[in-house]
């Protein structure tokens, strides 16, 4: 197969250009200058993550097209949850020189498979590892951002949707042996979880509908690493009832008596956590999951007074 050393660099641009942006409404200027130019109407919101192989994906978990997916996705949900429309990506491939050309090239189809708006912009270079670093622009309303402070005592806590789901779908990719009797419906379910996560864009403008800005994060840490955050930096108690924590079935089946515990410190699910007024009329499907309270200001328990900690969320040092 050919790979980047015999493709050299400007012969790997050629072959990604389809991938580039086609002439869009919000792209003044796209790939081809020093930098893109795109019409900006409100305030300008910028999220980064960067993707390590051996770190974030590996070849046993991950095709090359879930890993541009699962990029992507991470940063519009970062979008979503300050409440931004997304309006470009900018994307930086770091790759050793025996990678093949088809790799990439998978990963660019699951970047824009996943992806909303154009790609305007980037760079490769050659690095030890396969590194992807995505780079997501979206804009906001001004004074709409939707921001982790913004919790208020009163408000309920609601998700977007369930827990748990990337954490089982890894559990299935790194021991399939263990799970070899389950239905294939409730493993498929997971692994697609894990591979595809779906960044919820689609909450946003029915959340934009409220008089004003609600509180939100997303939750790629964990559900309860999201809530802790929330509470210290509005400087609130969160109250949470864990029966209450969506969690699909087929999660359920693989996780058995640790699927409360992969719903809270899992991470991976990009749904979004959100603060708002009691009965605000959201269209939106949203499941409630708590209460925010003048008391234990900073701290996150259950229902049963029950302290929540994100000591076992994901870190990476």
Not at 251 to 257: F, S
């Amino acid at each position: 197969m050919t790979t980047l050393k015999d493709l050299g660099e400007q012969g790997l641009l050629r072959r990604l250009a389809p991938f580039w942006a086609a002439p869009h409404p919000g792209v003044s200027v796209g790939v081809g200058d020093d930098g893109a130019v795109l019409a900006l109407t409100g305030e300008l919101v910028v999220t980064v993550d960067l993707l390590v192989e051996g770190v974030h994906f590996s070849p046993t978990t991950t095709p090359p097209h879930a890993v541009g997916w699962r990029a992507c996705a991470a940063n519009l949900s970062d979008l979503a949850a300050m409440g931004a429309a997304p309006l470009g990506l900018v994307v930086g491939l770091g790759l050793p020189t025996e990678t093949t050309v088809a790799w990439v090239e998978d990963v660019y189809r699951g970047i824009v498979a996943c992806n909303p708006v154009p790609i305007v912009g980037g760079d490769t270079c050659r690095a030890p590892h396969r590194t992807l670093s995505i780079t997501a622009l979206g804009q906001v309303g001004k004074g709409r951002a939707f921001l982790r402070s913004g919790c208020r005592v009163g408000d309920v806590l609601m998700v977007t949707g369930p827990f748990g789901g990337s954490r089982a779908g890894l559990a299935v990719l790194q021991d399939p042996d263990r799970y070899q009797n389950l239905p294939s419906w409730a493993t498929e379910a997971v692994i697609r979880a894990h591979q595809y996560p779906v960044p919820r864009l689609d909450a946003v403008a029915p959340l934009q509908q409220l008089p004003q800005p609600v509180g939100a994060m997303d939750t790629s840490d964990g559900l309860a690493d999201a809530l802790v955050q929330m509470a210290q930096l509005s400087g609130v108690g969160l109250v949470v009832d864990l029966t209450q924590v969506p969690i699909t079935s087929a999660t359920r089946l693989v996780a058995q008596e640790q699927a409360l515990a992969w719903a809270l410190y899992g991470g991976e699910d990009f749904e979004l956590l959100v603060s708002l007024p009691p009965a605000s009329p959201v269209d939106y499907p949203l499941q409630l999951i708590g209460r925010v309270v003048a008391q234990h200001p900073g701290e996150v328990r259950d229902t049963q007074d029950h302290p929540i900690t994100r000591m076992a969320a994901f870190t990476h040092f």
